[in-house]
């Protein structure tokens, strides 16, 4: 019996010893990270303005941490593939998911399945937001979002909105704008903003949501007209368009954004780190502009205001959602 005792007391301590000893090198793990490349997962496909925004931010954060940071373009479903993979992946720091918000505050409102929740990621940081304009195709008879509204009254389910698919962000500032004028639409879903923005140009619809990066050159080439932009202030690519505030309709306020997670469990110190390069890239005039030529608004900020303003926008479109039973079908 007292042999026993010896022998556990001494595989207790054995234990103990080798616990203690592996401290030093996980704290020296986080203390050289990065020393490998690192995965940036875009969960879109190649070519979107996603996509851009990952390369021009793998680009800068290679430059800023000194290891290759590699894209990986891991599309569908909704998004989910891509947040999926990362919220499975090593939380060592080396897999990081550059999201649009929709990740985490529309599909769980839509998709009762999915496989991942926000829970399963570490916010990292804000990267930019995405504004987006009200337009209508250039022979609509209304020439101001006013005449638009009287238009909609008027033609109750008449006037054809665009959307880039049903559930989509855009679909659901298009219920946002029906909603807060007062009028019916009719949504028809595209597959994609590509689609919806050609049969605008052709005169198939008649209204649309659209980011600025497609707005903006369309507008200025006389294919369609813009009547108001959602964002609290008026965007400097289309200074002479009006909020949907200025214009009494203080609650039509909408953009989406793209931020940085880990999985959930990534060391802090490994967090802090790649916060601290992200604000320095996201401040620069160069990473601005670059930004602003996509129609995109650079941001920045800590962990914490990325999970703040994605709890935020979750309870705006979760509660439109379920307040206008939207589902996929």
């Given at each position: 019996m007292e042999n026993l005792l010896r022998i556990r007391i001494?595989?207790?301590?054995?234990?103990?010893?080798?616990?203690?000893?592996?401290?030093?090198?996980?704290?020296?793990?986080?203390?050289?990270?990065?020393?490998?490349?690192?995965?940036?997962?875009?969960?879109?496909?190649?070519?979107?303005?996603?996509?851009?925004?990952?390369?021009?931010?793998?680009?800068?954060?290679?430059?800023?941490?000194?290891?290759?940071?590699?894209?990986?373009?891991?599309?569908?479903?909704?998004?989910?593939?891509?947040?999926?993979?990362?919220?499975?992946?090593?939380?060592?720091?080396?897999?990081?998911?550059?999201?649009?918000?929709t990740t985490f505050t529309v599909n769980p409102h839509l998709n009762d399945k999915l496989q991942y929740k926000l829970d399963d990621f570490a916010p990292v940081a804000l990267v930019c937001t995405v504004p987006f304009a009200f337009v209508v195709k250039k022979d609509f008879p209304a020439k101001t979002l006013q005449e638009y509204a009287a238009y909609g009254k008027a033609n109750p389910g008449k006037i054809n909105n665009a959307t880039n698919g049903q559930g989509s962000m855009v679909h659901l500032l298009g219920e946002m704008i029906a909603t807060g004028l007062n009028v019916k639409m009719t949504q028809v879903h595209y597959k994609g903003a590509a689609p919806a923005m050609m049969d605008l140009i052709g005169g198939v619809v008649d209204s649309n949501v659209e980011a600025l990066t497609n707005a903006v050159p369309n507008v200025k080439a006389g294919q369609y007209r813009a009547l108001a932009v959602l964002s609290a202030e008026r965007q400097a690519l289309m200074p002479d368009v009006p909020t949907f505030r200025e214009l009494g309709y203080p609650d039509i306020v909408g953009e989406t954004w793209y931020g940085v997670f880990a999985p959930v469990g990534t060391p802090r110190p490994v967090v802090d780190k790649l916060n601290a390069a992200l604000l320095r890239i996201t401040s620069s005039p160069s990473f601005v502009e670059g930004m602003r030529k996509l129609g995109n608004e650079a941001r920045s900020g800590s962990p914490a205001d990325l999970l703040a303003a994605t709890r935020e926008q979750g309870k705006v479109w979760g509660g439109l959602i379920k307040r206008l039973n939207i589902i996929i079908e």
């Open positions: 001494h595989a207790l301590a054995l234990a103990a010893m080798t616990s203690l000893a592996g401290l030093p090198g996980i704290a020296l793990a986080q203390d050289n990270w990065p020393s490998k490349p690192i995965s940036l997962v875009v969960p879109y496909p190649p070519g979107g303005t996603s996509d851009v925004v990952g390369r021009q931010l793998a680009q800068r954060l290679r430059e800023e941490l000194g290891q290759p940071v590699i894209v990986e373009n891991k599309a569908g479903a909704a998004t989910a593939i891509g947040a999926t993979h990362v919220a499975r992946a090593a939380k060592d720091g080396y897999t990081l998911l550059l999201s649009a918000g």
